[in-house]
């Protein structure tokens, strides 16, 4: 189990190299669709890097409940949790 | 009847990215094959390739969309995005009466290989979600009418070799009926990979001889030929109804006056022995441009530089011109970029519009020992000044697919 800083500094690398946006850009409040311009697909794609690096599987129906930073760092830690 | 004027080039090649760069170097002879350095090369019996190792997705187009974009797409974009900055249409054009036809041999099978990787290394599960649209072949003239806004016809063609004559000759029916006013017309292919490099080296259709001597591998109607030379690029033009190009002062290349096409219904990968199908192909395409044969002067060939293939063009010229065949210039700038399979049409499209307008045939380079059975004026080596009223570009493709277009010379009356 990491600390929530740690789950948002990997997210903040994991965004910056999927969706090839500024790591200053990724905080806990920033919207996926608006401020970091990721359509649905992008996302699936970021959520597959997440259960790649921290060792957890994510259900497509939590996928789209997703709509800030904040929310899928609290989805990682909830399943690391449960694990 | 409506007439058919090209406004706008673009061009992503092995011997320059952008127009100027490519005419320049094919009208200088100069070779943009070399040793093939895209894949891994190891265990391959051909080992030289057109690649076009100056394109630079990222810088072009943003790294975020390049990375969304299968090389061939990457490459599409690029070209008609110099297309339609050159032709000055933006704002112009009923957006709702302009489309796309872009076509492509293979389109992104780069893309697909890497998911099947994925797929047995991680799992299904990690198959990437942008897999089915980064491999459709359709892929480009997606991308392109999305950036543009193009809501009037949009296609693909994937006629193999011929694909990209198939698109201008697509795009150009459809201004000449009516159902368009405008369209980005043309082709990409960004397909070296290992699989595609090996299966076409079992069939026996690429070049095996030159590994060591790259630039000298393509070799049209030479009696050293030995097969072609696979490339990548990509190639688009904007073509436009003419009173209205003529309306908004456009600067008119040339146009696209005639297309025509047939089928060989011979073998489904070799040519017909007596170049009968190629032969109406060029035929249908002055029937359908109102010219005869005496009004062409250059021929772009398919000209491929297999054994086979080229002897099979010569006879179809010779079919299709009779004894005019024995005034007509014809050359292969395949011998200088090698073939680009689906977007060789466009590619090659662009040179004979610019031969036609500017008054220079690119040559054959490589043609030093010419094949006597090969017995036309193939413009060896050196460009030459011409002046030509009328010229087609041949394409030939797997399936037995034959297409020409024709291009004329614009006079403003």
């Not at chain 1, 999927?18 to 970091?36: G, P, S, W, Y």
């Not at chain 2, 543009?148 to 694909?163: E, Q, V």
């Not at chain 2, 290349?253 to 109406?280: C, K, N, R, V, W």
């Not at chain 2, 394409?395 to 403003?412: L, P, T």
């Amino acid at each position: 189990m990491q600390a929530k800083e740690d789950v948002v500094e990997a997210m903040k690398e994991v965004l910056a190299s999927e969706l090839n946006v500024d790591q200053e850009k990724v905080t806990v409040d920033a919207r996926f669709k608006e401020d970091l311009d990721a359509d649905s697909l992008e996302l699936v794609e970021v959520v597959m890097a997440l259960e790649e690096k921290f060792g957890i599987e994510i259900q497509d129906d939590e996928v789209a409940g997703l709509k800030t930073v904040g929310e899928a760092v609290d989805l990682v830690l909830a399943k690391q949790a449960a694990g | 009847m409506r007439r058919v004027v090209v406004t706008g080039l673009g061009a992503v090649t092995p011997v320059g990215i952008g127009v100027k760069s490519y005419w320049d170097a094919i009208i200088d002879g100069r070779s943009g094959v070399g040793p093939l350095t895209i894949v891994d090369s190891e265990g391959l019996s051909s080992k030289v390739a057109g690649e076009c190792n100056d394109f630079d997705a990222a810088a072009m187009l943003g790294a975020k969309v390049a990375k969304r974009l299968d090389r061939s797409v990457q490459m599409g974009l690029v070209a008609a995005h110099e297309a339609w900055g050159d032709s000055g249409i933006e704002g112009t054009t009923d957006r709702d009466m302009t489309g796309v036809v872009f076509a492509t041999g293979v389109g992104g099978i780069g893309s697909l290989l890497a998911g099947e990787k994925t797929r047995l290394e991680k799992g299904p599960g990690r198959v990437s979600p942008f897999t089915v649209p980064m491999l459709m072949v359709n892929a480009t003239a997606g991308h392109v009418a999305m950036t543009y806004g193009l809501r009037g016809p949009n296609f693909c063609t994937a006629t193999a070799c011929a694909a990209s004559n198939h698109a201008f000759g697509l795009a150009f029916q459809m201004i000449r009926s009516g159902e368009a006013d405008a369209m980005v017309a043309g082709g990409t292919e960004g397909a070296l990979t290992p699989v595609s490099i090996a299966a076409f080296s079992t069939m026996m259709a690429l070049s095996t001889k030159y590994n060591d001597r790259p630039e000298q591998a393509s070799r049209p109607w030479d009696t050293g030929r030995d097969g072609f030379v696979i490339g990548e690029g990509a190639g688009a033009m904007i073509l436009e109804e003419r009173e209205a190009a003529l309306r908004r002062g456009a600067r008119i290349y040339g146009e696209l006056a005639g297309f025509g096409q047939s089928a060989d219904a011979f073998h489904i990968t070799l040519p017909a022995e007596d170049g009968g199908g190629a032969a109406l192909a060029m035929n249908r395409a002055m029937k359908s441009a109102g010219v005869q044969p005496e009004d062409v002067g250059y021929i772009n060939a398919h000209g491929t530089s297999t054994p086979q293939g080229d002897i099979f063009e010569t006879r179809a010229i010779r079919k299709a011109f009779g004894g005019h065949a024995d005034r007509l210039a014809v050359s292969s700038t395949k011998s200088m970029i090698g073939h680009l399979v689906g977007a060789a049409g466009a590619v090659e499209g662009i040179a004979t519009v610019l031969a036609v307008r500017e008054g220079i045939l690119p040559p054959t380079i490589n043609l030093h020992d010419q094949d006597p059975e090969c017995d036309l004026d193939f413009i060896p080596n050196v460009a030459r000044k011409a002046d030509v009223e009328v010229a087609l570009s041949n394409g030939f493709g797997f399936g037995g697919h034959n297409a020409a277009v024709a291009f004329r010379k614009h006079h403003e009356d």
